[in-house]
């Protein structure tokens, strides 16, 4: 099963895309309408607002008046707050019961309009963000839902901005033009991205990249490893383990495989042996075979280690798993360090790097091409180590 969580703010077309992922076979839970179902009439939802708010939010059928209550809490931090306890735990309870419903093959879509503002997106296997300019969502909210311009405003306001859901976005579907063109966005994002993906998480099937192709730094590389670590850590709570951002896409301006190379610090190789399902259930499937690191110097013994990656199609990663102070984990943050604080041997790296791609595309063999600048790598970096008291 494959879990999206799909979010945007009010006006941004987020219902379209729900509907037109589950015209292609998704199952949509619609957050938005099990907050009405929570608080149906004779409803212990319905009960618990009324006593926090009065029966001033009541219309004179006894159903909830939600123009009522929106004029109330969206003008007030503290009582959306206090409604939010209300409904967001009965909301969840009963999210968590159709999802678990779903067949076992299912792209279950969560749509939710707070998911960022709750913190829910490192729980889903994507986020999927639907980003509007603000001026359409103005005037969509008058035309299609009667609103004041200042009543959606606030209510605007009173959400994440795009800057804080672009954070959260591992696709970003834009909604400023036509229908036609949305569900163009909707169905390649299915064709391409989720079904494959829902697959390749059944089937415990990681991505693998077999040829080099280097990319121009790309300066979201950080904020898409921050969702990844996000991910994994939660997979793996209520346990909190070290996770770093490593290798060539952790060193700012260097050139790269658009490849995210992350170490995730465990007490033992047995403790990542027993953490592999809950990795693969969270989408970081392990690869088949055994792994080690290159030793430097040569000769100094093999360095073991778990190698997982993804089984996004859109997002390849390595995750390497390695104990804790061993000398592979040491090594990764080391030359990490010493390439971000030495802009001359960055430099030269990169000249490799290209050199190398261009005369061996294969990865296999370009990684062991680099092998002997490593090894000198390896000599200047300790040098640096001792020189500046560098710790990992």
Do not use: C
């Amino acid at each position: 099963m494959l879990r999206v969580g799909l979010t945007g703010g009010i006006g941004s077309g987020k219902s379209a895309v729900a509907r037109r992922l589950a015209d292609l076979g998704a199952v949509v839970v619609d957050s938005d309408r099990i907050a009405r179902e929570v608080v149906a009439p004779g409803s212990e939802g319905l009960a618990e607002v009324v006593a926090a708010f009065s029966d001033r939010v009541l219309a004179p059928d006894g159903s909830l008046d939600r123009a009522a209550l929106g004029a109330l809490v969206f003008t007030d931090e503290a009582a959306r707050r206090r409604l939010e306890g209300i409904t967001h735990p009965r909301v969840r309870a009963r999210s968590a019961d159709l999802v678990a419903s779903a067949a076992p093959d299912a792209v279950v879509v969560n749509d939710v309009p707070l998911l960022v503002e709750v913190g829910l997106a490192p729980t889903y296997h994507l986020v999927v963000v639907v980003q509007t300019d603000v001026a359409v969502r103005l005037d969509r909210l008058a035309r299609d839902r009667g609103m004041s311009r200042a009543e959606a405003q606030r209510r605007i306001a009173a959400q994440a901005d795009d800057e804080r859901r672009r954070a959260a976005a591992d696709v970003l579907l834009t909604n400023d033009t036509t229908l036609d063109d949305l569900h163009a966005q909707v169905d390649a994002l299915w064709r391409d991205r989720l079904r494959p993906y829902e697959e390749n998480v059944r089937h415990r099937r990681a991505v693998r990249t077999r040829r080099v192709v280097l990319t121009e730094p790309d300066p979201t590389w950080p904020q898409q490893y921050a969702r990844l670590a996000a991910r994994i850590r939660h997979a793996l709570a209520p346990a909190d383990p070290r996770v770093d951002h490593i290798g060539s896409t952790a060193v700012p301006g260097l050139a790269a495989k658009d490849v995210i190379d992350i170490q995730l610090t465990v007490p033992s190789l047995a403790d990542a042996d027993a953490l592999a399902d809950r990795l693969a259930d969270a989408g970081f499937p392990r690869f088949p075979g055994q792994w080690w690191d290159t030793p430097r110097p040569a000769g100094s013994g093999r360095w073991e280690k778990r190698l997982h990656g993804s089984a996004d199609p859109g997002r390849p990663v390595h995750l390497h798993v390695r104990p804790a102070d061993g000398p592979g984990w040491r090594y990764a943050l080391l030359m990490r360090d010493h390439l971000r604080a030495d802009p001359d041997q960055r430099a030269a790296y990169l000249v490799l790097k290209r050199d190398l791609a261009a005369v061996a595309p294969d990865a296999g063999a370009y990684a062991t091409a680099k092998d002997p600048w490593f090894d000198e790598e390896h000599l200047r970096a300790e040098q640096w180590a001792t020189q500046t008291g560098w710790r990992p």
